[in-house]
């Protein structure tokens, strides 16, 4: 079954230092998704990518969804403290309306 | 204002029993989800359902079971034969029929075994 892959699983950086996590996936996909859940919280949904090479941008956080529609990565530049939290992406695949969740990215942020 | 309610919160659950979690949505989805995470893990998918009367069972479906009579609702049975049961669930919806929409998640049910 399809496969999604997060890395690195956890990240200390100091407050002002730039942050990327990656996502890959086994499969071809439809779109990806990225969500933020912070600690003692529920996943939150950050963003949506639909097609090959996109990038989008939310003030200090850039997505970007691979040519091949097989990776995407979410950049934070310059971290703050309320950056602090898990960042999963999620894909789905040509088929059906199912999303295959990454393992998530815990990033922790000190002052 | 439109959103995904779990309840309760906090669950305490004797070894040998059952207990059902709630999960109420009011944003008109079509699809609702179960996940179960495990501290400093991702998501696991338990069950879902794409539309009334239908589910399906995810990858840890054994040790659970749902139901879905209400589009509005989807509740998750923790069953005894569900043998590491503490854990944080996550209820979720979405509003199917292929339009790919993030999922709206609701707040969650932290349930330790004691």
């Known amino acids: 079954g399809q496969q999604v892959m997060q890395i690195p699983q956890y990240q200390h950086v100091q407050e002002g230092e730039d942050f990327t996590t990656y996502c890959n996936s086994s499969?071809?996909?439809?779109?990806i998704q990225w969500y933020k859940q912070r600690p003692g919280g529920h996943p939150v949904f950050l963003i949506q990518l639909v097609k090959s090479g996109e990038v989008k941008k939310q003030k200090r956080l850039t997505f970007q969804f691979g040519e091949a529609k097989k990776n995407s990565s979410l950049h934070i530049t310059a971290t703050q403290t309320t950056d602090v939290g898990t960042y999963f992406c999620a894909g789905r695949a040509n088929a059906g309306n199912m999303l295959t969740f990454g393992g998530g990215t815990r990033l922790m942020v000190k002052p | 204002d439109g959103g995904i309610t779990q309840s309760p919160k906090y669950l305490f659950r004797k070894e040998g029993q059952n207990v059902t979690l709630s999960c109420e949505q009011n944003?008109?989805?079509?699809?609702m989800y179960w996940y179960r995470q495990d501290p400093g893990q991702g998501l696991r998918l338990i069950y879902y359902s794409q539309i009334v009367n239908d589910f399906q069972k995810g990858d840890i479906a054994e040790g659970y079971s749902v139901s879905r009579e209400k589009k509005e609702s989807f509740p998750l049975t923790v069953t005894s034969a569900q043998k590491n049961p503490t854990a944080f669930y996550l209820c979720a919806s979405s509003p199917g029929d292929r339009r790919w929409d993030g999922y709206t998640f609701g707040s969650g049910t932290r349930l330790t075994v004691v």
């Open positions: 944003l008109n989805h079509d699809a």
């Open positions: 499969t071809t996909l439809s779109n």
